[in-house]
Structures are given as structure tokens and as C-alpha cells.
């Protein structure tokens, strides 16, 4: 990435153009089957980029209440675009299909209800790395898209989603009007995002972007990471989701409680450590002490990602940790 960068044809991307941020576009909207595509700082400013672009005022956002539009994102599609949230039930991320019946409406206002002015999904999930079935995007989209409601997702993770379930992201960013993509995370890229959709969406976005300060001029430095996350990161992301399942087998060995090794679909592994006597906060603190790297998601439950620094003998050496730190209970964590 670092000779890339050195290499880069730059030029102003909030002006005239940077060719190296204009063929990651290109690369990016082929890659997912979309007309075009717009570079983005974050995955955050992406996604408030697309909802703005779907829909400005007046209408309700749909999704599954643990996705990270609705979790993570400061309020900004209230804030930002003047939209009101749904957050509707659902299970590792998918939302209810009955719930959603009940709730989508065409866009626009009618005499006292809000319209639809957009639907988001998430995959893979955020929180626990579960990916939607192709099925449930399938229906989603379609419900959507019968009223005349756009449908956004939020796949920042989707190349692990695609690995997941064998299929080109482009198969899975069909069930979508616009998809938001991230660079970094298991990609590998410092930095960066990039939205993808209809031209004449990504001509909306782009003013939006410049709106949220997100328009950066020798940009070119960062896409040309980007293009070598596409090319060389990929693939092996499978190498993640092995050693996800590695730590999930080796932590079942150490208590049976503590993961569910069949729900481990991608690069996440959701650790229950709330019985335990200590708090995943806590428990974040002493792995870390011991040089492993985790994070709390809820009072009880720890989050490990797997990426292409950690390698088999690392998810040994974790087990290996978290078995000595757990057997001391709880006395270790407590003296810290
Ligand atoms: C599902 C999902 N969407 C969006 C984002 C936002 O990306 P960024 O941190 O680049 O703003 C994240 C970040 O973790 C994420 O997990």
C-alpha cells in the first residue's frame, strides 16, 4: 500500500477529479454491479451520504434496531436528512419480515402517517458478524421496492458476506438500490468507504459529501490503498473466518457457555463472559494487559475480530490466555 501510495497520479478530488480515487470508483462500481461510485472518508459519512441522497425530510428510515445507522451514527439521519427512525425487532441483524408489513408505507406524507423514505440492512452484522440470507434481502427488496421505497445497505462488510455465502458481493448488492462498502476494517486499508448506486444517486451524493466536509483533494493517496485492499485483501478474508472458528472451538473448550461456535459466521466471535464474576469491560482490561485485543459490546458479552494480523498460532496463544485468566477468577480481574 505504502508504494502505491508513493506511485499515485494525483489530482483535487473536490475539484477537477484525482484519477486514482476516479479508478477505484470504477473498480468499485464494477465490483458490485452498480453504475457508479463515490469515495468516502468514512463508512459513516457514507452512509449518511446515501440517505440523504434517498430521501431529504419527511419520512420514516427502516431497519433492524440493532444496526449500526440506528446504533452508531450519532443520529445523523435526524440530525442530517430529517428523517425519523424505525427500528423494527429481528434476530442477528435481519429484521422482521411481519414487522416490516406492518410498518412500510409509500413515501411522502398523507393526511397524519409518515411515508417510507428509505429501508437499510446491514451485512455482514455489525455486532456479531451474521450475515443476511440472500432470501431475506430478496423480500426486503422487494416489499421495498413494490411501494416505491428505496432500499440501502449498509455492507461494510459485505466481501465477508459474499466469502460467507460463496457468491460474487455484486449477487448481494442486487438487493439493494445503493450500497455503502468499507475499505478498511477487513480490507486493510487505513482508511476510507465508498457508496455505490445509480448515477444519478452518486451525483446527489456528491453534494452531500461536500456538504458533510467529506470532499478531500489529494485523495488519490488513500484510494490507491484502496485498490490494493480490492485487489489483495479479498480473498483472503476466508482466512479470518477460519480463525474466527478456531477462538470460537478453543474458548467452547474452555467453557461450553461461553460461545456458541455454530453462530460464528465471518470474523466475529461474541464471547458471553457475564457469569463469570467479572464484566466484559473488565475482562477487555486484563486481555489487554496480556496483549489481547477485544471489546466490549454489552455488560456481558465480548467481541473478538479476527483480520489479517492475527494468524492460527495467535488464536492459540489467546485461548491459551483467556483458559489461565479464567480458571484465576475471579480474583485476577478484580485486582485490576
Ligand atoms: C456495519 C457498519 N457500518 C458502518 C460503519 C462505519 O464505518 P466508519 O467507522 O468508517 O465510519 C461500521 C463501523 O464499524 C460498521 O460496522
Not at 434517498?54 to 428523517?83: D, N, P, T, W
Not at 408505507?105 to 393526511?111: K, L
Not at 478474508?237 to 478453543?250: E, I, M, Q, S
Request: hydrophobic letters at 45%; charged letters at 20%; a negative charge.
Amino acid at each position: 500500500m505504502l508504494d502505491r501510495m508513493i506511485t499515485a497520479e494525483l489530482g483535487d478530488d473536490g475539484r477537477s477529479g484525482d484519477p486514482t480515487v476516479q479508478e477505484l470508483e470504477r473498480v468499485s462500481a464494477a465490483r458490485l454491479g452498480k453504475e457508479a461510485a463515490l469515495f468516502f472518508p468514512s463508512g459513516t459519512m457514507s452512509n449518511h451520504a446515501a440517505i440523504l441522497s434517498h430521501a431529504v425530510y419527511k419520512g420514516e428510515v427502516i431497519g433492524e434496531a440493532s444496526s449500526h445507522i440506528f446504533r452508531s451514527e450519532m443520529g445523523g439521519l435526524s440530525l442530517l436528512a430529517g428523517l425519523y427512525p424505525r427500528p423494527l425487532p429481528g434476530h442477528a441483524g435481519a429484521m422482521d419480515l411481519g414487522a416490516l408489513d406492518a410498518c412500510l408505507r409509500p413515501p411522502g406524507v398523507t393526511d397524519h402517517v409518515l411515508g417510507t423514505a428509505v429501508v437499510c440492512m446491514e451485512t455482514t452484522h455489525a455486532v456479531g458478524g451474521a450475515v443476511l440470507s440472500l432470501d431475506h434481502m430478496r423480500q426486503v427488496h422487494e416489499k421495498s421496492s413494490q411501494l416505491g421505497v428505496p432500499v440501502h445497505l449498509d455492507g461494510a462488510r459485505i466481501f465477508n458476506a459474499a466469502i460467507a455465502l460463496d457468491v460474487a458481493a455484486s449477487t448481494i448488492a442486487a438487493f439493494a438500490d445503493s450500497v455503502t462498502f468499507c475499505l478498511s476494517k477487513g480490507l486493510s486499508a487505513p482508511i476510507g468507504s465508498v457508496l455505490t448506486g445509480p448515477r444519478p444517486f452518486i451525483g446527489r451524493a456528491r453534494g452531500f459529501r461536500k456538504m458533510l466536509g467529506g470532499n478531500l483533494r489529494q485523495a488519490g493517496l488513500l484510494a490507491a490503498c484502496g485498490l490494493v485492499a480490492l485487489e489483495q485483501s479479498i480473498e483472503r478474508l476466508a482466512d479470518d473466518h477460519d480463525n474466527a472458528r478456531r477462538l470460537a472451538d478453543g474458548l467452547y473448550g474452555v467453557d461450553p457457555h461461553l460461545v456458541k461456535p455454530a453462530e460464528v459466521a465471518t470474523n466475529m466471535v461474541m464471547v458471553h463472559v457475564g457469569s463469570n464474576g467479572a464484566d466484559a469491560e473488565q475482562w477487555t482490561r486484563v486481555l489487554s494487559d496480556h496483549g489481547v485485543l477485544a471489546a466490549p459490546v454489552s455488560k456481558e458479552i465480548l467481541r473478538f475480530v479476527t483480520h489479517r494480523h492475527v494468524d492460527a498460532p495467535s488464536i492459540e496463544r489467546v485461548v491459551t490466555v483467556f483458559r489461565e485468566i479464567y480458571r484465576s477468577r475471579p480474583g485476577v480481574l478484580f485486582s485490576n
